[in-house]
């Protein structure tokens, strides 16, 4: 894999896709091997919107990497308060790190960001747009428990607004997956998306319930209604708690069916369902790292050619 950033999953062929997931099982199975490999590097973290799972893991990978992270903390108490610009702010970090992980609340500002840096520049989510390295623990997941062809998958709830669920079905296309998308119709994924995923060969299918498709999935991809990205409380008031997983829905489920969630859940999957074997989002979540790691080493290694 040799890209500059990374800034979404269109970007990846299945040749990319399949080094950065055959080097984190590698990592996985032995991290010795890169113990150390960074120890004099800094991992610049920029994250305008709040995050768990993504901040956490991507500090995690680069001290397991024997690097350090700096970071520019919330933004109430940075000079974006001030009414200093991503441009200038994402110029002046970059003179601090050996590589920068942006999250931003505006789809596209990882893009306009990438054109201000000469070092490594990760999208880590923008706004509605993509998440590319969730997309890559998701198909490391996917691959540990279902592998990625002959596949059929389904992704349910806000299709409209969720970057993990864009990211996803574009690198689903690399592979001989069948994606089936459940949601409400006010949050069907965006036609633009429809169009673009046509344009690339993808064999999909839209629903408006589970039970007509759940018998024949390998993987269910569950995600939230994203109440913060919707312009109207109302409007999320009217989907909220729409589509929600038990163990009482999953009956007609295949023995073999992996749920998956990105996290954080809400009220979708309820915790009833974590203690079955269809349950593999904690498992998702701790993958993270070792792919994260993955990323970051062959981000670092071509920075140095």
Known sequence: ???????????????????????????????????????????????????????????????RLGGDVIDMGS?????????????????VIEGYADALVLRHPKQGAATMASEFVDVPLVNAGDGAGHHPTQTMLDLYTIRENAGLDDLTIGIMGDLKYGRTVHSLAHALTKFDAQQHFISPDSLALPREVVYDLHQEGASIREHDALEEVLPS???????RIQRERF?????????AGEYQIGPDSLSSASDDLTIMHPLPRVDEIAPEVDDTEYAAYFEQAHNGVPVRMALLDLLLGDSDE
């Open 231 to 239: 312009p109207d409380e109302n409007e999320y008031q009217k989907v």
């Open 75 to 91: 933004v109430d108490s940075s000079s974006v308060t001030k009414g200093e610009s991503l441009a200038d702010t994402i110029r």
């Open 217 to 223: 999935l390998d993987v269910l991809y569950v995600t």
């Open 1 to 63: 894999m040799r890209h500059d950033h990374l800034i979404t999953s269109k970007q990846l062929s299945r040749a990319d896709i399949e080094t950065v997931l055959d080097h984190a099982a590698e990592i996985d199975a032995d991290r010795s091997a890169v113990a150390d490999k960074y120890a004099d590097r800094l991992l610049g973290l920029l994250f305008f919107e709040p995050s768990t799972r993504t901040k956490l893991s991507f500090e995690t990978a680069m001290k």
